[in-house]
């Protein structure tokens, strides 16, 4: 990739990003983990705003949205979730869930809303979306039901805080007059703004954080030496669930593809093929990375597989709350006029910070450790146990709530090949023919009998027959 940082949510729908002005990524060391956390280097989360000046162009038009999924239908994910079934042991009621992302409106359907700050605009509160990204986001949480509609977020009496990290219509102030005016701005946000708004929300005593955007780099960075002190504060100090997305593949933030598994060395460390990490999700300590998966179950085909996913979701075909209205959407509009399916990890993820909440309000009892523990262990695992693309299998909100958890999950890397001998099999009993050999012995001692019958007839017939001689 190029020598510049992007921080970009992982979504090819909305193709959200924005600039890092940090130095150029050096080349990766193979198994090289996320280097021990400095909690020395977490940021401070207050004050909420900008580290410089911000603008936002004249030119910067918010994206639009095609609306639609109006109506008793249930989506397709979430009828995939059993939702209806889920929602009978838990709605996660009670649960505050923030959302680090680009903003998220004021809408009918996220009642109690709340600014939780701005570190993109110089006086915003968060509740401004201008990219559409993080409504879509937040509803896929906790849109509350309404009588007659098909869709509702996961943790339906759920309450958002918003926390806007990241925007593509804003840029540094004063970039506009070294611009053509058809140029587009050039994005603000950036690792240092999302470790700090991850402390502002743990400091919020929030119980769940969902973060829909990844960094990709091929080396570990300074700023996100940040993050992972954000992360493990948030984890462990304040006993929040982390929940992050593996990313997209993209031609720019984040090129080609993680192996991981070598096919001449399946059993090889994991972290011995990956070629550039995403964060948070490598911090995988103290997040729970989220993978994407079609409607037939198989990884998505934009998902990044990596040593760090933790289970995967529903990411593609989405319906969300409309950005623009009052209504829901089902797909976007980027300023160039593309049209795109809500489809992305970035909309995975919601749904696994969803299921998060649901299972924080029905087991109050448990750490956030516990709670991804529990979420990983009840999925629908793949034959292997684990793998780089869907981790521990797809979520599975009944079974969160409702399972006994092993004692153990399987480790995050492939089982190392096993010779064994097969047992043989005892040799069959023989057929008991008894029944069959006294018919045929019955059969052949009548038949003898009356052929010897039937021979013996002939000299009595002599004997006593009439000789020619007495006519």
């Not at 990290?165 to 102030?173: G, I, L, N």
């Amino acid at each position: 990739m190029s020598g510049r940082w992007r921080v970009a949510a992982a979504a090819v729908t909305l193709g959200l990003s924005a600039s890092l002005g940090m130095g150029g990524n050096g080349g990766v060391a193979l198994a090289e983990r996320p280097p021990a956390v400095d909690p020395g280097r977490k940021p401070a989360g207050d004050p909420a705003a900008p580290r410089e000046p911000t603008e936002r162009p004249a030119n910067s038009h918010c994206s639009d949205i095609l609306t639609g999924g109006e109506g008793p239908t249930i989506p397709d994910a979430q009828r995939a979730l059993d939702l209806e079934r889920a929602w009978q042991f838990s709605k996660g009621a009670g649960q505050r869930i923030a959302v680090i992302d680009t903003g998220v409106v004021r809408h009918p359907r996220l009642p109690g809303l709340e600014a939780g700050g701005d570190f993109v605009a110089n006086s915003g509160d968060g509740t401004e979306d201008c990219d559409g990204h993080g409504t879509l986001v937040a509803g896929l949480i906790a849109a509350s039901q309404v009588p007659g509609q098909g869709f509702a977020g996961v943790a339906p009496e759920a309450q958002i805080v918003t926390i806007r990290q990241t925007s593509k219509m804003y840029q540094k102030e004063g970039l506009s007059a070294q611009k053509n005016p058809e140029d587009l701005p050039d994005g603000y946000g950036n690792l240092y703004t999302m470790a700090s708004a991850i402390v502002r929300a743990a400091d919020m005593g929030v119980s769940v954080i969902n973060i829909s955007e990844t960094w990709c780099g091929t080396s570990h960075q300074d700023a996100d030496m940040e993050v992972g002190a954000a992360v493990r504060y948030a984890a462990l100090e304040k006993d929040v669930v982390v929940v992050v997305a593996a990313g997209n593949k993209d031609s720019n933030a984040c090129p080609g593809d993680n192996q991981v598994i070598d096919p001449l060395d399946p059993t090889a460390d994991p972290w011995s093929n990956v070629t550039y990490y995403v964060s948070p999700a490598h911090w995988d300590d103290y997040v729970l990375s989220v993978g994407s998966i079609a409607a037939d179950g198989a990884p998505s085909s934009f998902t990044i597989p990596g040593p760090w996913v933790g289970v995967a979701a529903p990411g593609e075909n989405m319906v969300s709350l409309d950005p623009r209205g009052t209504g829901t959407a089902v797909r976007t509009v980027d300023q160039q006029g593309n049209q795109a399916t809500i489809q992305g990890t970035s909309f995975a993820t919601p749904i696994v910070a969803g299921v998060a909440a649901l299972v924080r309000a029905r087991f109050p009892e448990l750490s956030a450790l516990e709670v991804i523990e529990r979420i990983q262990a009840t999925a629908h695992a793949p034959a292997e146990g684990w793998n780089p693309y869907i981790g521990y299998g797809a979520v599975d909100p009944v079974a969160a709530l409702t399972n006994a958890v092993p004692g153990e999950l399987p480790p995050k890397e492939p089982a190392p090949a096993k010779n064994q001998q097969l047992a043989v099999p005892p040799a069959p009993t023989p057929p008991d023919h008894t029944a069959r050999d006294v018919a045929l012995i019955g059969t052949g001692v009548i038949a003898t009998a009356s052929v010897l019958g039937y021979l013996a007839s002939f000299p009595i017939r002599r004997r006593f027959g009439v000789s020619p001689d007495d006519r």
